[in-house]
């Protein structure tokens, strides 16, 4: 078989680290090679990279459109994990990858299942790049997976999952019923290494997930397999839209404001999955996406539970562990 040659945006982050994972599980079939800007290319977690032997392509993705494609010479399949607050800056790569010739983008999706025009504004901000890649005929897979479990599970009285929790969790939003696609974030990569290889995903979005859980399942999966009561804060759906409406317009009110974009991501979100309940199998088919789960019935994502089994065992991995707290992690983004 003819391995393809995979350039990878973001492997040194969480969702990134993941799809780098997935690709090295695989390389009868990728040869993966990391995308790493001028600025990232002493740090360690860069090294890390080049010694298990994942070759390091680095330049500025906000290069000339003609240096950039240059750099892209040889790539077939193109992913970014960029974070979360730099969708935008995709925007010179899809012109570049589309001059290079690269065989298919994986834009920067990653996220729930929600659709465009006004509901979340990182969605929006990714729909801005999916419409550059439509509008220059470049081959693309959307992928989304759900919210991860590691940021979805709820802190315990014993404190005994506390060294995990990205931001302490107590709350049920909007009576906690809504069903959400979720995905252990450790399974990103292993669907991302299964779907760029599949001519049936191309120019397809792709909806993966290891369960579909309501926050009152999450709440009690977790009391029965840690034998504790757990207190839950209820928010009630108007709360969430009023709060998430007065973040909209202190964003509105300063668009460059880097904290304001964060908590109108998190509002935002809490409004989509719990409020609009976006985020199931069936909204996903509706928009149009393929089921990750029909496409490969053969592999066998981790479920919720055994991510909480992990967890208990003091085995799970919280994500961003040089950020510390959640507030620390949005402070030293906004620098
Ligand atoms: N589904 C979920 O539950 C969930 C949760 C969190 C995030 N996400 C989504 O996943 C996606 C990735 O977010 P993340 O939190 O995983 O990212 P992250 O951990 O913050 O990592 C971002 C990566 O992008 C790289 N990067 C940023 N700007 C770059 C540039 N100009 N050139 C080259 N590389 C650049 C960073 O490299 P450096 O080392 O140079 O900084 C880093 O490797 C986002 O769309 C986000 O919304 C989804």
């Known amino acids: ?9 973001g492997a040194t982050g969480e969702t990134g680290g993941s799809i780098l994972n997935g690709l090295l599980e695989d390389t009868d079939s990728f040869d993966v090679e990391a995308l790493v800007r001028p600025a990232s290319t002493g740090k360690p977690q860069v090294q890390e ?25 040889g790539v077939d399949v193109l992913i970014s994990a960029i974070d979360a607050m730099s969708q935008l800056a995709q925007l010179n790569l899809v012109t570049a990858a589309k001059q290079a010739g690269v065989k298919r983008f994986v834009p920067c999706g990653f996220i729930t299942v929600v659709p465009p025009g006004g509901v979340m504004l990182l969605r929006d901000n990714k729909e801005e790049v999916y419409q550059l890649v439509r509008k220059l005929h470049l081959p ?10 590691q940021i979805s599970f709820p802190g315990l ?32 990569g292993r669907f991302v290494a299964l779907i760029i290889k599949d001519p049936r995903s191309m120019n397809k979005y792709v909806a993966c997930y290891g ?13 029965e397999m840690s034998g504790e009561v757990i207190s839950r804060k209820y928010v009630p759906a108007s709360e969430i839209t009023a709060t998430r409406d007065q973040y909209a317009s202190a964003f509105k009110a300063s668009p460059g404001d880097f904290m304001a974009q964060f908590m109108v991501t998190i509002q935002d979100y809490l409004y989509s999955k719990y409020v609009r309940g976006d985020n199931t199998p069936a909204y996903a088919a509706y ?4 089921d990750a789960k029909e496409l490969y019935p053969d592999f066998r994502p981790r479920s919720f539970k055994d991510f909480m089994g ?15 707290d959640w507030r620390d992690f949005a402070a030293s983004k906004a620098e």
């Open 1 to 9: 078989m003819v391995k393809q040659r995979v350039l990878l945006l």
């Open 49 to 73: 990279l080049s010694k298990r032997g994942v070759k390091i392509r680095s330049f500025d993705i906000g290069g000339s459109v003609d240096d950039v494609a240059k750099s892209l010479t």
């Open 140 to 149: 693309y897979t959307i992928i989304d997976v759900g919210y991860w479990y």
């Open 157 to 188: 009285p014993s404190g005994r999952v506390d060294y995990a929790l990205v931001k302490p969790l107590d709350e049920i939003h909007a009576e906690g019923t809504a069903p959400n696609m979720l995905t252990d974030l450790r399974d990103v």
């Open 211 to 223: 369960d579909v859980l309501s926050e009152n399942e999450i709440f009690k999966i977790a009391e």
């Open 287 to 290: 928009l149009g996406y393929l």
């Open 310 to 324: 992990d967890l208990l065992d003091g085995k799970a991995a919280k994500p961003y562990p040089h950020l510390g």
